[in-house]
């Protein structure tokens, strides 16, 4: 496959003994200054690990390669900035939509397969609204009929795409108390939302509120739509890339101390020890993250952010004698977002929320292969 | 620029370096050592091998080790080493870039047939940290074959298939079967000389 020929030179080097060009002063001076409980460069312990990696890689490059086909390739770079709506050009960053709603709540993620029969006219959205009020009518118990009040109604993104919101009130109280808010959208997915013939793929969902109004909504869905909710769960590397996301777009000087949090999963044989928490500066891990990678804001390679991660590994285990590659890490908590293993997400700026939804687009577009077997019979027809 | 790069790195010195022909090899016996880091599973996976010679005559010898290369006060009365069986575990990172470390101690004769990659905790990708994608990578650049299996305590069963599959590759290796193991190997893979064929490693 080429990207894998494509690899960049300075593949895996430590950072201090690169072997592209960048000037060798900024990695001096980052390395002889002193941090407290931050990350320390360690060129020695780092080398030790990425000895085999580097030599690797070398001979990727020059031999030949005999690529296995296996059916979900994941990425491997991504970009933290949208091309199309990142530039600072106002008029853009006017017709985002407004995505308050998810900010600040935990939301759980679910991955949708394609649905069948959506129409988005207004007609067909007034339509589901009322559908989706007779499906918990019908769920309620006699006692606590009509509590709910359902409404569908669908938010504009750009002339493309859209999402639709649902949202859930009970009629008693006011607020957002026991009431469900709901986002079904495809933010910049690499399937495209409209032209899927009689189906529409709109892969993520968010949801946040009780539980029996999301299993009632998700049964709804299923029912209306002829597709499969499944709730989408993080693998280490996928909370990885959502680290990155956070700490490339962390916003600076709000909040005082912003840390980064990480927190691994002990394996069953240590009794009396279930998680690992590391915490880290967030400007430190920034500027690690900065020496590491090449170029952050148009693509971040996996490699880098392996890198970025065994750097971390190396430092925690020359300090504590722990080996953090043993374990698993199950949440990453920057001051931008939360992502957890067991699927839930919490965001908690409104700036960023379109770049984390397009990452979860990504992620949930991998989750589903249905998805990418219909755009490949789509375009083979056309 | 490349220059400085190769000193940088430590050279593995040849004396090191593991080679299947220093010695010479004894009748009926064979060796096999398991290379894979602590909680892989390798002592079970020894007692199997071990537990499926006692009635054949082959006189097998297990020899676990956590990290190449091996130390040196051992080396004389040390016997040849006939197999090599990297273990690698899924839900553990740090067993992955063993192996990959592992694997520059030990001399290229060893990738024609006397080694393999063993992949364990391969089912149910929940808890898994290292993808299958980088480990067939691995494999593929040393052109030697992986096995999915299991090690621990909880699969017996898969556990004796694996230990199976092993011995019979090191009967070959030892010179028991009078087949080179450079032919076993060739029967594993399909030859092909484009780079976009799937390729299937079955044993």
Redesign the interface.
């Known amino acids: 496959m080429p990207e894998d020929v494509d690899t960049p030179d300075h593949d895996t080097s430590t950072p201090g003994t690169a072997v592209s060009d960048t000037p060798a002063s900024e990695r001096n001076t980052y390395r002889s200054t002193r941090f407290g409980t931050g990350v320390r460069d360690t060129p020695g312990g780092e080398g030790g690990t990425s000895l085999s990696v580097s030599r690797l890689n070398r001979t990727l490059q020059k031999g030949h390669l005999q690529r296995r086909y296996t059916p979900y390739r994941t990425p491997r770079t991504r970009s933290m900035v949208s091309p199309a709506t990142d530039r600072t050009n106002t008029q853009e960053v006017d017709a985002q939509p407004d995505w308050s709603g998810l900010v600040r709540c935990s939301l759980s993620v679910y991955h949708v397969t394609p649905l069948y029969r959506y129409r988005w006219d207004k007609a067909g959205v007034k339509q589901l609204s009322g559908a989706l009020s007779l499906h918990l009518a019908q769920l309620a118990t006699a006692a606590d009929a009509n509590m709910y009040k359902a409404a569908v109604t669908v938010k504009e993104d750009t002339d493309e795409s859209f999402a639709l919101e649902i949202t859930v009130k009970r009629r008693d109280t006011p607020g957002r108390s026991g009431s469900l808010y709901a986002v079904l959208c495809n933010v910049e997915g690499e399937v495209s939302q409209t032209e899927q013939g009689a189906f529409s793929v709109l892969p993520l969902l968010l949801m946040t509120g009780p539980a029996t109004l999301q299993n009632a909504v998700v049964s709804w869905l299923e029912q209306r739509f002829d597709c499969r909710v499944c709730p989408m769960s993080f693998q280490s590397s996928d909370l990885l890339w959502a680290m990155a996301l956070g700490l490339v777009r962390g916003n600076s000087g709000k909040v005082k101390q912003q840390t980064l949090d990480l927190q691994y999963d002990v394996p069953l044989k240590e009794a009396g020890l279930d998680k690992i928490s590391l915490q880290i500066p967030v400007k430190l891990a920034q500027a690690l993250l900065n020496s590491v990678s090449e170029d952050t804001e148009n693509g971040l390679q996996l490699d880098e952010l392996h890198l970025f991660r065994q750097a971390l590994e190396t430092h925690v285990f020359d300090y504590f004698k722990i080996h953090l590659d043993m374990m698993k890490l199950s949440l990453v908590a920057t001051p931008v977002l939360f992502v957890d293993k067991v699927g839930r997400l919490k965001i908690l700026s409104v700036d960023h929320v379109h770049a984390v939804l397009r990452m979860m687009t990504s992620f949930a577009l991998e989750r589903s292969p249905l998805t990418a077997c219909l755009k490949a019979a789509n375009e083979s027809r056309l | 620029?490349a220059a400085?790069?190769e000193s940088?790195?430590?050279e593995v010195l040849p004396g090191e370096i593991l080679k299947p022909f220093n010695k010479m090899p004894c009748r009926d016996t064979a060796t096999v050592l398991l290379v894979g880091?602590y909680?892989t599973g390798k002592q079970q996976l020894a007692k199997a091998m071990v537990d499926l010679c006692t009635d054949t005559g082959l006189k097998l010898q297990v020899r676990t080790t956590t990290s190449l290369p091996l130390p040196e006060e051992n080396t004389d009365t040390r016997p040849r080493i006939d197999y090599i069986v990297f273990i690698i575990d899924l839900?553990?990172?740090?067993?992955f870039?063993t192996v990959?470390?592992a694997?520059?101690c030990v001399d290229v004769e060893y990738f024609l047939g006397r080694a393999c990659f063993v992949v364990t905790n391969a089912k149910g990708?929940?808890?898994?940290?290292v993808?299958?994608?980088e480990v067939?990578?691995?494999a593929?650049?040393y052109n030697t074959m992986y096995i999915c299996g299991a090690t621990k305590e909880g699969h017996p069963d898969e556990r004796t298939t694996l230990a199976n599959q092993l011995l019979r590759l090191v009967e070959v290796s030892a010179g028991r079967k009078n087949v080179s193991p450079l032919l076993l190997d060739l029967t594993c893979r399909q030859l092909s000389f484009q780079?976009?064929q799937?390729?299937f490693y079955t044993v």
């Open positions: 620029m400085e790069q940088d790195m430590p880091s909680g839900t553990n990172r740090l067993s870039s990959k470390s694997v520059q990708t929940s808890d898994q940290c993808e299958m994608e067939s990578r691995l593929d650049m780079e976009e799937p390729e």
